[in-house]
Structure formats: C-alpha cells, structure tokens
C-alpha cells in the first residue's frame, strides 16, 4: 500500500469513529434531565474510586455511602458549568459509558461497576503516562472532575491535610 492508501485509510477511519462516537452521544448521553446518567454514573463512580481511593472509607455501608455523595457533588457541580460545557461532558460520558469507548479511551475491558480499584488505578494510571494526547485529556477530566467534587465538601479536607481556611 502507497502512502497516499495509508492516508486514506486514516482519515477514513477517523471520520468513522467520530461519526459512532457522535451517534453513541446522541443515543446514550451522559448528562439527562439536570443530573449524571445511569452510564455516566457508573464511569464517575470508578473514577471516584480510581482517584480517591486512599481518600475513601474502606468498605462496606460507609464507602456506598461516600461514593453517593461523591455523585451528588457531582451533579450539581456538573449543574452549574455552562451549557456548552455539560454538552462537551454529557458527549465524553456517553462514549466512556460505553464498553468500545472505556476501552479504547481508558484501556479497561471490565465493566465500569466490575472494575476493582486496583484495576481503575492501573487504567488511570497508564492513561495519565499514555503518549496519546486524547487519553490524557480523558484522564485529566475524570480526576479533576472527581477531585472538584470530593474537596467542594468542607469535610473531606482533613482528609488530604488541609485543615481549612484560616481567619485573617
């Protein structure tokens, strides 16, 4: 095959993805009715996982509990951008909710909610030192999502040793 094949061949095949990608937005967002969807749930509840695993209780009804109100900081976080800004996420979300877009973005084969954490820190990991520029910017969306809405709570900043604001 001759160079200009190869270029074909690319453009093409980038016109098809963008195009699925496009239609899996369409078909599947990520932001419905003001808050997260079922998908975009599960993708911000394992990168909650991924990102703030030493910052979460350990197990059991306290770690449900912390990951519940991660995806209620979340909404209304999500709620206040503009609305260009949660169409741009509502589109990424949808893809990453998908099992062709989790692995071709972030590498992972298991399902968001199967996903252990060791597995989610792997997959962030290898995204965050990936050579692609598009992979990287998945990555620094989902932590820094995850971490605006983690430290909004006054709470949670003993957590990473910031004991709060002092008075002047």
Same mark, same amino acid.
């Given at each position: 095959m001759?160079?200009r094949g190869?270029?074909?061949?690319g453009?093409? /095949?980038a016109?098809v993805?963008g195009v /699925?990608?496009?239609g899996?937005?369409l078909?599947?967002?990520?932001?419905?009715?003001?808050?997260?969807? &079922?998908? !975009?749930?599960?993708?911000? =509840?394992a990168? $909650?996982?991924g990102?703030?695993?030493?910052?979460l209780? *350990? $197990? +059991?009804?306290?770690?449900?509990? $912390?990951?519940?109100?991660?995806?209620? =900081?979340?909404?209304?976080?999500?709620?206040?951008?503009?609305? /260009?800004?949660?169409?741009? #996420?509502?589109? !990424?979300? @949808?893809?990453?909710?998908? /099992? *062709? @877009?989790?692995?071709a973005?972030? @590498? #992972?084969?298991?399902a968001?909610?199967?996903?252990? *954490?060791?597995?989610?820190?792997?997959?962030?990991?290898?995204?965050r030192?990936s050579?692609s520029?598009? =992979?990287?910017q998945?990555?620094? $969306?989902?932590r820094d999502?995850?971490?605006?809405a983690?430290?909004?709570? &006054?709470?949670?900043? &003993?957590?990473?040793?910031?004991? +709060? &604001?002092?008075?002047?």
């Amino acid at each position: 095959m001759q160079r200009r094949g190869f270029l074909k061949l690319g453009i093409g /095949a980038a016109v098809v993805v963008g195009v /699925a990608g496009a239609g899996v937005a369409l078909i599947r967002p990520g932001w419905v009715d003001g808050k997260l969807s &079922p998908g !975009a749930r599960d993708v911000m =509840r394992a990168a $909650a996982v991924g990102v703030l695993a030493e910052l979460l209780p *350990a $197990a +059991g009804p306290a770690r449900e509990s $912390a990951l519940e109100a991660q995806l209620a =900081r979340l909404d209304a976080t999500v709620a206040a951008f503009p609305a /260009a800004t949660r169409k741009e #996420l509502s589109d !990424a979300l @949808g893809l990453l909710s998908t /099992a *062709a @877009g989790r692995y071709a973005l972030v @590498g #992972l084969g298991t399902a968001w909610p199967e996903a252990k *954490a060791t597995e989610l820190q792997a997959a962030f990991n290898a995204m965050r030192l990936s050579g692609s520029q598009t =992979r990287q910017q998945v990555y620094h $969306a989902l932590r820094d999502l995850s971490c605006i809405a983690f430290f909004t709570e &006054p709470g949670n900043w &003993p957590l990473a040793g910031y004991p +709060g &604001p002092r008075d002047i």
